[in-house]
C-alpha cells in the first residue's frame, strides 16, 4: 500500500510540472493580454513597456521563465517557500493572499460537499428502497430541477429572493471563523447549499440507481433470508457496494467542484482563490494564474489520490491490480 | 484414453421439424426494446426529445410564418422609451423581447438548434474518443493503460474555467482563430473547449467497465479462438460496454449544455449572432433583470429544464431496460 | 353621474399639474449639477461606507504611476498637490485653485518660470510627523523622472521641466527645479507650455518624504504605505514603522485585492485646506465582485453609496419612477465620449467617403437607449463633450445628424455613391473589402447591447462586420496594437486628463501619440510613411494619414489663461468632424451614482468623474478604528 502511495505522490509533481508548462503555453505563448502593456498604464510609451517588462521578468525568453518558476515553486524565492512570486496587479508578494484564500475556498468547497453528501446520499437511498412511491418521485423531480439548472442562476436566485426580498439569510461577503462564529455560518449557509444542490441531485439519482441495482444481487437476498433487520441489510451490504461508484465519482467531481466554486464565489463576493483567478485571468496577471493553478492542480490530484485509496480500502481486488 | 464427448445431434435422431407456431427466441435487442417501451415515463421521454429535434430542425420555417428572424431588431416597440428594458409578452412576441428588442420566443426556438448542436456534437466526439481512448487502456493494461490514465488524470486536474477562459480569449483575439483557422470564436471553440475536458470522464468510465470484463470467459474463449486484438475489442468487449456509454451519453449531454451556459456567463460562448439558451440565461441574470424582464429567463428556462428532464429520463430508461431487475 | 365625472376630471387635472410641478421642479439631469447639495445640511462624523466590483489599479496605487481615474478620486483624500480642485461639481469643479500653494503664479520669463510658495503648517501623517517642505514636493518629481518607478504619465512632464527626460536610474536632483528655501520651489521649463498648471495638480506631483520614498525602489511599491498629506490616511499607517527599510511593511487598511480603510489624518490642518471639507471620520472602500449586490446593498442601506460601477437598468428604473427614491439617484456629466472608431489604414475606412456615410449611418439613438437612455448621457454629435470645451461647442454642432438621432440612411447612401468601394453607384459598399472586417467590441452590457445597433446600421451601407466581444483588457489591448489593424471598434471611449482639451484631442490624434502597443489613436490619424516602416503595417497603395498635428501644436502655444485657447480647441474639433473623420462618436457619457438616505450631503469631483470622497457627507453613526 504504501509503496503505491509513494507511486501517486511522484505521480502528483508531474502532475504538477505539466500543467503549469500548459498553462505557461496558453498565457504565455499566445496572450491575449500581454501584461506589460496591461500593467504599463495608459498610453505607454515603448520605454515604459520596456522597463515594466523588465521588472515583471518578462524580458527572459519564455523557456528560461518556465525554469525559472519550477525552480523558485520548489525552491522557494524571495518571499519564502513555496516560490508563488508577486502578483502583477498588486505589486506584492502571492502566498500569503493566495493561503488566506485557499482556506476560504477550502472552507466552501468541504462545507458544500459535506452538504451535498449529507443530503444527496440519504435522498438516493430513500427513493431507493421507496420505488416509484410518492417520495421517490417527488425526490427525483427534485434531483431533475437543480440538474438542469446553472449555478450562476441559482445563485442569483437565492440570493436575491432569500436576502434582498425575504430577508432570511445576511447578505454577501465572507466573515472569518474567528470574528463571529455565528455570522460566518449565515454568509456560508446560502453558498454552501447552492454549490451543493447541483451536486446532490446528481449523487442522489446515482445513489439511487446503484442501489436498485446492488439490491437486486442474490447476494442480498440471501443477507434478507439470514434474518437480518431491513435497515442493515440495506446499509451494511447494499449501501457499501453502491457506495464505491460515488467515491469515483466523488473523485472526478473534485476538478469541477473548484471549477463551479469559482461562480459561487463570485457571485457572493467570497474572497477567494476562483475569485481571484478569474480576474486574473482576464487582467492578465499571469503570476496570480500561474499560483493559482498550481495550488489547485496539487490540491485535486492529492485529494483524488485519498479517494484512490479509499477505493481500495473499499474494494480489495483493485488493491492488487 | 477417452473418447471425445458426442455431441447432442450424433446422439438424438433428426427430429421433424415441429408443426405450428415456432417459438423463436428472443434477441438481446428485442428484448431491450419490449423492456424500454413499457417503460412509459423514459417513452415519453423520447417522444419530447424526437419533438424537439423536429422543432431545432425546423426553426428556420417560423421565419416564414412569423416574417422575422431571430436576430431582428424591434427597438421601437419592444423597448421602453427611456430606459431600454424589454417589454413583455404580447400578441406577437409569446415571450416578449430582450434588452436589444429581439423575439425572445424565436431566439429560444434557435437557441435549441445550437445548444442541441453544441450539446450532441461535442458529446459525440467526446464519447468517441473517451471510448477509444478508454477501450484501449482497459484492454492493453500495462504502459499503455497507465500512459492514457496518467493522461487522464491532468486533464481532469486542469482547472476548466480557467482554461477555457484563457484558450477562449487567445483564439478570439487573433482575427483567424488557432489552429490555422480550426477554432473560430464562437460555436466551434465552444465545441472544442467542451470536449477537450469531458472526454476523460467517458474514458475512465470506459477502462473501469472493460478491466472488469476483461477476465471473463467470454474473452478467453475469444483469445483462444486466434482472435485478434482488435477483434475482440470490436465484437466481443464493446457490444458489452455499450450500456453504460448510451446511459452516460445521455446524461452528458443536458451536462454540456450547462456547460455552454457556464462559457456564456463567463463571456466566452458563442457570439449573439448565434442564439444560445446560455446566453439568454446569462444575459437574464446579469443585472438581475430577471427581477423585471421574467420572461427572459422563463423562456430559455422552461425548454431547458424540459430537455434536461427528457434526456434524463431517457437516460434513466435505458439504463433500466438494459440492466433490468431480476 | 355629472358630479362623479366633475370629481373625477378634477383629480386628473389636479395630477397633470403636481406631475408637471415635479418634472419642473427636478433638475436638468444633464448640466451637471447635483439633486442634493447645501453644505448646511452637512454635518462631520459617520463613515462612508462603499463599494467597487474591481480597483483596477494598473500602478499598484503608487501616486508615481497610478494612472486611473478613480484612483485619483481617491488619491484626492491623501496626495495633495501644489495646485488643486474644489471637488465639486460641474464647471466650478473643473478650475484650479492654489492648494499647498499660496496662490495661481502667473509664469515669468516668457512662459518658462513658475514660482510657488507653500502655505505654513503643513505636515505629514504619522508616522512622519513633520512639516512638508518644498524639498518633498521636489523630490516626488525626482521619482516620475526616476526609470524604475514607471510614471505612467510622465511624458507630462519630460522635455517639459528642464533636466527632467525619464531616463534617470533612481530619484536625483533635478537641474530645472529649484528650492531655496524650505517654502518656496521654482519650476524652470525648456519651452512655453500653456497647461503646466493643470500638470501640477496631478497625483504624481504630491509630496512625498524622501526618508520613505527611498525604500519604495520598485513601481507600486509606495502605494502600500502612502504617507499622506490630506485629510485622510490609510487605516493602520501610524502602526507603520519606518526606523528601517526592512522594517516597513504594507499597512493593513489597504488590500488592493480586498479593500481600501481609510481614517482622519491627525496632522492635516482644515485651516490651511479649503478645497475640501473632511465630513466623514472614515471612509470604507470594499470590493464586491457581485455588481449587483453593491447596488442591492446600497438600496438596502448596508452601503452608503456606488462608486464607479454604473447601476443596472432594473436598479436604475426604480430610482427614477419611485419619487422617494430620487433624490438619491445622482447624475453627472463624465467628461467623456464613447465612440466607434474608423482605422484609416484598413480599407474601406481609409476612404473619407465611407467613414462619413458610417458617421450618417449609425443609429445613436437606439445606441444611447441601449446604455440607458437619458440618464446615461447625452448623444455626442462630435469629437470632444461641451463641457470640456467649457461649453463653445455645443449638441447642436451636428454635422452628420438626422431627426432624433436615428440615423439618415439617404444621406448615408448617398456620401457612399462617392466612394470607390460603392463599384455600381447604389450607396451601398460592395467592394469584397466592406466584408467581413472584424468589429472589435467588450463583452459585457452595454457594449454587448450596442453591437446589434451598430451591426444593423453598418450593414445598411453595405458594410458586414464580424463582431469580436472580448474581455476588458483583451479587448483594449487588441485594438490598441496597431500591428493588428483592426479596422472598426465599439469599446473605444476617452476622458479628460485634466480639464484642458489637450488632454482631450491633443492626445489621441497627434502622429505623436501612436506608440507600437497600448496606441490610444485608433484611427492612426497623423501616420508618417517613416511610421507604417517602424510599425509594419499595410496600407493602401498612395495612402496618407489625414493628419491635423500643426493644428494641435497652434493650439498647444496658446496659454492656458487665454480665452482664444477654447476657441482654437473647438475648431480643431469641428475640422476632425468635417474633413478627417476618424470616429463615429455616439455618447456623451453620465457617471451615475445611487446613495443611500444617510447620505446628507452629496458632491461629485469633476476633476476625476467620480463622487467626491473628500467632500461627502454622512449622518451614520458608524466607526473606523485606527
Known amino acids: 500500500m504504501w509503496r503505491y502511495i509513494l507511486r501517486r505522490l511522484m505521480w502528483v509533481i508531474v502532475v504538477l510540472l505539466v500543467i503549469t508548462l500548459i498553462t505557461f503555453v496558453i498565457f504565455f505563448v499566445m496572450p491575449s493580454v500581454d501584461p506589460a502593456v496591461a500593467f504599463a498604464g495608459r498610453q505607454p510609451t515603448p520605454e515604459i513597456v520596456a522597463e515594466v517588462k523588465r521588472q515583471f521578468g518578462l524580458d527572459h525568453p519564455v523557456w528560461e521563465q518556465y525554469l525559472l518558476f519550477v525552480r523558485h515553486l520548489f525552491l522557494g524565492d524571495r518571499y519564502g517557500w513555496p516560490g508563488l512570486g508577486f502578483s502583477f496587479a498588486s505589486r506584492s508578494a502571492i502566498k500569503p493572499e493566495l493561503f488566506s484564500r485557499f482556506l476560504i475556498t477550502a472552507q466552501l468547497a468541504v462545507g458544500a460537499a459535506l452538504v451535498w453528501l449529507s443530503i444527496g446520499i440519504p435522498i438516493g437511498v430513500a427513493s431507493a428502497v421507496r420505488r416509484r412511491s410518492l417520495l421517490d418521485r417527488a425526490a427525483m423531480a427534485f434531483a431533475l430541477f437543480f440538474v438542469s439548472m446553472p449555478v450562476f442562476l441559482l445563485g442569483l436566485l437565492a440570493l436575491w429572493l432569500l436576502w434582498f426580498k425575504w430577508h432570511l439569510t445576511p447578505g454577501t461577503g465572507y466573515i472569518s471563523v474567528g470574528t463571529n462564529f455565528g455570522s460566518w455560518l449565515g454568509h456560508m449557509i446560502l453558498p454552501w447549499f447552492v454549490l451543493a444542490m447541483l451536486f446532490a441531485a446528481f449523487y442522489a439519482r446515482m445513489t439511487r440507481g446503484n442501489l436498485i441495482e446492488t439490491m437486486a444481487q442474490d447476494y442480498i437476498r440471501t443477507a434478507r433470508v439470514k434474518g437480518l433487520p431491513e435497515w442493515k441489510v440495506i446499509l451494511k451490504h447494499g449501501l457499501r457496494a453502491s457506495l464505491t461508484p460515488v467515491v469515483t465519482m466523488f473523485g472526478m467531481d473534485l476538478g469541477s467542484l473548484f471549477g463551479t466554486a469559482v461562480v459561487t464565489e463570485s457571485v457572493f463576493n467570497l474572497q477567494g482563490m476562483g ?19 498550481s495550488v489547485t492542480a496539487v490540491a485535486i490530484a492529492l485529494c483524488n489520490l485519498i479517494v484512490d485509496v479509499l477505493y481500495a480500502y473499499l474494494d480489495p481486488r483493485v488493491r492488487y491490480s | 484414453m477417452t473418447q471425445p464427448a458426442l455431441t447432442e445431434e450424433q446422439t438424438e435422431p433428426r427430429l421433424q421439424p415441429p408443426s405450428g407456431p415456432v417459438i423463436a427466441a428472443r434477441s438481446p ?14 417513452v415519453a421521454g423520447a417522444v419530447t426529445i424526437a419533438l424537439l429535434v423536429v422543432l431545432a430542425l425546423a426553426a428556420p420555417l417560423f421565419k416564414l410564418v412569423v416574417h422575422r428572424g431571430p436576430n431582428d431588431l424591434f427597438g421601437s416597440t419592444m423597448l421602453t422609451k427611456d430606459l431600454g428594458l424589454p417589454k413583455g409578452p404580447n400578441g406577437r412576441f409569446w415571450f416578449g423581447g430582450d434588452t436589444v428588442g429581439r423575439d425572445v420566443f424565436l431566439r429560444t426556438i434557435y437557441g435549441l438548434r445550437t445548444s442541441l448542436t453544441v450539446a450532441i456534437i461535442a458529446t459525440g466526439l467526446a464519447s468517441l ?19 492514457i490514465s496518467r493522461l487522464v488524470d491532468i486533464v481532469l486536474s486542469l482547472p476548466i474555467l480557467l482554461f477555457a477562459i484563457g484558450i477562449s480569449s487567445v483564439c478570439s483575439t487573433s482575427p483567424n482563430g488557432c489552429l490555422h483557422g480550426l477554432l473560430q470564436p464562437g460555436l466551434s471553440l465552444v465545441i472544442g473547449i467542451i470536449v477537450l475536458f469531458t472526454w476523460p470522464q467517458m474514458a475512465r468510465i470506459v477502462r473501469g467497465q472493460v478491466l472488469s470484463l476483461r477476465e471473463r470467459e467470454f474473452v478467453e474463449a475469444a483469445y483462444s479462438l486466434g482472435a485478434r486484438p482488435s477483434r475482440i475489442m470490436l465484437r ?29 456567463f463567463l463571456g466566452v460562448g458563442v457570439p449573439q449572432s448565434t442564439p444560445s439558451w446560455g446566453r439568454m440565461l446569462a444575459d437574464a441574470s446579469s443585472g438581475q433583470l430577471f427581477t423585471y424582464a421574467w420572461w427572459m429567463l422563463a423562456c430559455p428556462g422552461a425548454f431547458l429544464l424540459v430537455t434536461t428532464l427528457s434526456f434524463n429520463l431517457v437516460g434513466d430508461g435505458l439504463r433500466d431496460a438494459l440492466s433490468p431487475e431480476r | 353621474m355629472m358630479g362623479n365625472n366633475r370629481r373625477k376630471l378634477s383629480m386628473v387635472g389636479l395630477a397633470l399639474v403636481v406631475t408637471l410641478l415635479a418634472a419642473a421642479c427636478s433638475s436638468n439631469k444633464n448640466s451637471g449639477t447635483t439633486n442634493q447639495g447645501g453644505a448646511g445640511t452637512a454635518q462631520k462624523g459617520g463613515v462612508y461606507r462603499t463599494a467597487l466590483s474591481d480597483f483596477g489599479f494598473t500602478g499598484g496605487f503608487d501616486p508615481t504611476g497610478e494612472y486611473l481615474g478613480l484612483a485619483w478620486d481617491m488619491f484626492s483624500t491623501m496626495a495633495r498637490t501644489l495646485v488643486s480642485y474644489k471637488f465639486v461639481a460641474g464647471a466650478d469643479g473643473n478650475k484650479l485653485n492654489p492648494d499647498l500653494a499660496t496662490d495661481l503664479p502667473t509664469p515669468t520669463d516668457n512662459g518658462l518660470t513658475y514660482t510657488f510658495k507653500l502655505k505654513p503648517n503643513l505636515k505629514f501623517s504619522p508616522p512622519v510627523n513633520r512639516a512638508i517642505t518644498s524639498k518633498d514636493i521636489e523630490y516626488a518629481f525626482e521619482r516620475i523622472n526616476a526609470k524604475p518607478l514607471v510614471a505612467q504619465y510622465g511624458f507630462y512632464y519630460y522635455g517639459v521641466i528642464k533636466g527632467m527626460d525619464g531616463n534617470a536610474t533612481a530619484p536625483a536632483p533635478i537641474s530645472g527645479i529649484e528650492t531655496p528655501n524650505d517654502s518656496t520651489i521654482v519650476f524652470h521649463l525648456t519651452k512655453p507650455t500653456g497647461d503646466f498648471l493643470y500638470r501640477l495638480a496631478l497625483p504624481a506631483t504630491a509630496p512625498v518624504p524622501q526618508e520613505v520614498g527611498k525604500c519604495a525602489t520598485k513601481a507600486g511599491d509606495y502605494g502600500r504605505y502612502i504617507i ?64 449587483d449586490d453593491i447596488f442591492n446593498k446600497v438600496q438596502s442601506g448596508a452601503l452608503d453609496g456606488s462608486l464607479g460601477d454604473q447601476p443596472p437598468k432594473t436598479i436604475l428604473r426604480q430610482y427614477l419612477t419611485d419619487q422617494n427614491k430620487k433624490k438619491y439617484l445622482h447624475v453627472d456629466s463624465g467628461d467623456r465620449t464613447w465612440y466607434v472608431f474608423l482605422n484609416t489604414t484598413t480599407p474601406p475606412f481609409d476612404d473619407l467617403h465611407v467613414r462619413k456615410a458610417a458617421n450618417y449611418v449609425m443609429d445613436k439613438a437606439a445606441i444611447a437607449q441601449a446604455w440607458g437612455g437619458s440618464t446615461s448621457g447625452q448623444v455626442a454629435t462630435h469629437i470632444m463633450p461641451p463641457t ?78 464580424k463582431p469580436r466581444e472580448l ?31 489637450f488632454s482631450f484631442a491633443g492626445s489621441i490624434f497627434s502622429s505623436a501619440d501612436l506608440v507600437a502597443t497600448g496606441n490610444p489613436n485608433y484611427a492612426m490619424i497623423g501616420t508618417t510613411p517613416a511610421q507604417v516602416k517602424d510599425f509594419g503595417i499595410k496600407v493602401p497603395p498612395g495612402w496618407v494619414a489625414p493628419t491635423v498635428d500643426s493644428d494641435i501644436d497652434n493650439c498647444q502655444k496658446i496659454p492656458a489663461t487665454d480665452p482664444t485657447r477654447v476657441t482654437c480647441w473647438a475648431a480643431l474639433d469641428k475640422k476632425l468632424m468635417n474633413e478627417i473623420v476618424p470616429w463615429v462618436p455616439y455618447l456623451w457619457a453620465n457617471v451615475t451614482t445611487l446613495t443611500a438616505p444617510s447620505v446628507t450631503h452629496y458632491e461629485f469631483d469633476q476633476f476625476s468623474a467620480e463622487p467626491s470622497l473628500v467632500n461627502i457627507a454622512v449622518n451614520n453613526k458608524e466607526k473606523l478604528g485606527s
Open chain 2, 29 to 42: 435487442w428485442q428484448l431491450f426494446r419490449s423492456r424500454f417501451m413499457q417503460d412509459r415515463i423514459a
Open chain 1, 275 to 293: 475569485q481571484w483567478a478569474i480576474i486574473s485571468v482576464f487582467a492578465g496577471d499571469i503570476p496570480t494564474v500561474l499560483a493559482v493553478v
Open chain 3, 388 to 465: 470640456v470645451l467649457s461649453d463653445q461647442l455645443g449638441a447642436d454642432f451636428d454635422p452628420y445628424g438626422s431627426p432624433d438621432h436615428t440615423g439618415d440612411v439617404a444621406k448615408a447612401m448617398a456620401e457612399m455613391k462617392q466612394s470607390k468601394y460603392d463599384t455600381n453607384k447604389d450607396g451601398k459598399c460592395d467592394a469584397p473589402a466592406c466584408r467581413g472586417l472584424v468589429m472589435v467590441n467588450r463583452n459585457v452590457a452595454p457594449w454587448t447591447d450596442t453591437e446589434p445597433v451598430v451591426v444593423t446600421s453598418l450593414a445598411k451601407i453595405g458594410i458586414q462586420v
Open chain 3, 471 to 501: 474581455a476588458r483588457g483583451a479587448a483594449y489591448q487588441t485594438t490598441q496594437t496597431i500591428k493588428n489593424q483592426i479596422p472598426v471598434g465599439l469599446n473605444a471611449g476617452w476622458g479628460k486628463d485634466y480639464p484642458d482639451a
Open chain 2, 129 to 147: 474518443i473517451g471510448v477509444v481512448l478508454g477501450m484501449i487502456a482497459g484492454f492493453r493494461g500495462g504502459v499503455v493503460d497507465t500512459g
Open chain 2, 236 to 264: 466481443e468487449l464493446l457490444p458489452n460496454v455499450v450500456a453504460p456509454i448510451v446511459v452516460y451519453t445521455s446524461l452528458i449531454i443536458p451536462a454540456n449544455i450547462l456547460f455552454e451556459a457556464y462559457l456564456s
Open chain 3, 228 to 291: 499622506s498629506s490630506g485629510p485622510y490616511m490609510f487605516q493602520g499607517l501610524d502602526k507603520l514603522t519606518v526606523s528601517s527599510c526592512a522594517a516597513i511593511k504594507p499597512v493593513a487598511g489597504f488590500d488592493p485585492t480586498k479593500k481600501m480603510y481609510l481614517v482622519r489624518n491627525p496632522n492635516w490642518d482644515a485651516a490651511s485646506d479649503s478645497l475640501r471639507h473632511a465630513y466623514v471620520d472614515g471612509i470604507k472602500i470594499d470590493v464586491d465582485s457581485n455588481v
